[in-house]
Nanobody, 129 residues
Framework: QVQLVESGGGLVQAGGSLRVSCAASERPFSDFAMGWFRQAPGKEREFVSAINRIGSRRDYADSVKGRFTISRDNAKNTLYLQMDSLKPEDTAMYYC??????????????????????WGQGTQVTVSS
């Protein structure tokens, strides 16, 4: 019941920064718990970061903690992932995910792909050394 479109990926040197965005098709955006996942060629999709419905709780994979920041602007129906101090191992397709409103408990964040119901098409992030 929602379409998600990621943008903002690109090519960056190691140590650089990118911000990827996810635009949702309908409101109220605050009804959806949201997350970012990434997938490299030949690898399973892995958790990157998650945020609860109103942005009061955020969690990160250990591999990105301290370097990435998730945020949301519910008035703009947009989710963000600010990525700093990028490393070559961050290279992947980055996907935005939304959990159905009926399943998105107000204060919860979600960590597994099967806890989400809607996915964007992905935006490619490539980090060169």
């Amino acid at each position: 019941q929602v379409q998600l479109v990621e943008s903002g990926g690109g090519l960056v040197q190691a140590g650089g920064s990118l911000r990827v965005s996810c635009a949702a098709s309908e409101r109220p955006f605050s009804d959806f718990a949201m997350g970012w996942f990434r997938q490299a060629p030949g690898k399973e999709r892995e958790f990157v970061s998650a945020i609860n419905r109103i942005g009061s709780r955020r969690d990160y994979a250990d591999s990105v903690k301290g370097r990435f920041t998730i945020s949301r602007d519910n008035a703009k129906n947009t989710l963000y992932l600010q990525m700093d101090s990028l490393k070559p191992e961050d290279t992947a397709m980055y996907y935005c995910a939304a959990r159905s409103p009926a399943r998105s408990l107000y204060g919860n964040v979600y960590y597994r792909p099967n806890e989400y119901d809607y996915w964007g098409q992905g935006t490619q992030v490539t980090v060169s050394s």
